[in-house]
């Protein structure tokens, strides 16, 4: 079935130094969301990328949708321990031509940030 | 605007008893979704609903019943609880399919079975 696959699982970084998780999809995707989930927390969409190579940038964070639409990033430039928590991307569940509804969400990245 | 809104918050259950989870949205969202998240891991679809009146199941539907009368509700049902359904129940609810609308979460209900 329709994967999402997202690496690292974990990743510790000094605050400060940047961070990257990468998103990768067994289908092509119409468009990729990403969600933050702090601990303890539920999770909190980050935005969505629709178009082929779009690059989206958010303060100290920058989304990037591949140019195949089956892999996406984000980047944190500088992090800081308010960017802990896990990184979820999501990409639609596809059934023939049409979005089902459903989200088919990666694993996770999380981040731990050393002060 | 309350948003998503799941109770209680926390509850303890012994093994064989039921209870229902609560969810509520306020959005007019038409989708609504109940995910499970056993410690360290990622979102597992339970079951989902398009509209009032329609349910489906996700990835892991055996042991829970949902409900969609309303827009606004989407209880979740465990009927006789084990100790494999601890875990963290997510409710979302999300306007529709296209693009694929960002979900919206609840705070979440910590449900432990002993």
């Known amino acids: 079935g329709q994967q999402v696959m997202q690496i690292p699982q974990y990743q510790h970084v000094q605050e400060g130094e940047d961070f990257t998780t990468y998103c990768n999809s067994s289908t092509t995707l119409s468009n990729i969301q990403w969600y933050k989930q702090r601990p303890g927390g539920h999770p909190v969409f980050l935005i969505q990328l629709v178009k082929s190579g779009e690059v989206k940038k958010q303060k100290r964070l920058t989304f990037q949708f591949g140019e195949a639409k089956k892999n996406s990033s984000l980047h944190i430039t500088a992090t800081q321990t308010t960017d802990v928590g896990t990184y979820f991307c999501?990409?639609?569940?596809?059934?023939?031509?049409?979005?089902?509804?459903?989200?088919?969400f990666g694993q996770g990245t999380t981040l731990q940030v050393k002060p | 605007n309350a948003g998503v809104t799941q109770t209680p918050k926390f509850r303890i259950l012994k093994i064989g008893q039921s209870m229902t989870l609560q969810c509520t949205q306020d959005m007019n969202h038409n989708y609504m979704y109940w995910y499970r998240q056993d410690p360290g891991m990622g979102l597992k679809l339970i079951y989902y609903?398009?509209?009032?009146?329609i349910t489906d199941k996700g990835e892991v539907p055996n042991g829970y019943n949902v409900s969609r009368s309303t827009t606004e509700d989407f209880p979740l049902r465990l009927e006789l609880a084990a100790p494999s359904q601890t875990s963290v129940y997510f409710c979302?609810?999300?306007w529709g399919r296209g693009r694929n609308q960002p979900q919206h979460f609840g705070d979440g209900t910590r449900l432990s079975i002993l």
């Open positions: 999501a990409g639609p569940e596809r059934m023939g031509s049409s979005n089902t509804g459903k989200l088919i």
């Open positions: 979302a609810s999300s």
């Open positions: 609903s398009v509209g009032a009146g």
